[in-house]
């Protein structure tokens, strides 16, 4: 019994794995992602605003490590930001 638990739970934890992108695959979408956040450099502030980021905010997400999807992070700030000033 012991031994079809641990079947159970190790093919569950096989398929996980096996859902999950490759550490390179990951890079390079993290990769990706960073050029384009890189992007809205071009942008002016008011285009910026309109958004919801700022600057500082792209050039925060620039500056995450290669295991971070900036694009993600600077989307996770701008909103956590916007959420914490709706309850002001």
Do not use: C
């Amino acid at each position: 019994r012991i031994a079809m638990r641990d079947y159970a739970l190790n093919r569950a934890a096989f398929h996980e794995e096996a859902n999950q992108p490759s550490i390179v695959r990951r890079l390079l979408r993290n990769w990706k992602a960073r050029r384009r956040v890189a992007n809205l450099q071009n942008f002016d502030d008011h285009m910026l605003a309109d958004i919801g980021v700022t600057r500082e905010d792209v050039q925060w997400a620039q500056g995450q490590p290669l295991t971070v999807n900036a694009a993600l992070a600077l989307e996770e700030r701008a909103f956590k930001r916007g959420h914490d000033a709706s309850f002001r």
